[in-house]
């Protein structure tokens, strides 16, 4: 059975205009240091894909231990522009938390 990231954290997305903000919070102390240490921009661009189609910056949130990810470019224009069904990027840290992890 693959484990998921989903395993390991919970998630919460979040936007403004053209950026979707999503968190990544871990479900215990020994999750974080794996997820921090795995979890890098690149992986979330690559895992994303077309979906976000600008540069993605993390943000460590150590006191919480959680990570945050400012995704540019990814909500086809914002909530009053896209056609997405998703147009709010609402479903985008379920996305996430649903990438394979070893």
């Known amino acids: 059975m693959t ?5 390991l954290a919970y998630g919460r997305s ?5 950026i979707a903000n999503l968190s ?7 999750a974080y240091q794996e997820i921090k ?5 690149e992986r979330v661009k690559a895992h ?6 600008g540069e993605i910056a993390r943000y ?8 945050n ?4 470019q990814a909500l086809d224009g914002g909530a009053t522009r896209s056609l997405r069904i ?3 990027g609402k479903s985008l840290a379920g996305a996430l938390l649903y990438m394979p992890w070893e």
């Open 69 to 72: 990810f400012v995704c540019h």
């Open 14 to 18: 979040g936007d403004k205009g053209n």
């Open 37 to 41: 240490a795995k979890l890098t921009a």
């Open 3 to 7: 484990r998921r990231l989903y395993d």
């Open 86 to 88: 998703d147009s709010l």
């Open 48 to 53: 994303l894909g077309d979906l976000v189609k």
């Open 60 to 67: 460590d949130l150590d006191n919480i231990q959680a990570l």
């Open 24 to 30: 990544v919070i871990a479900r215990t102390p020994e």
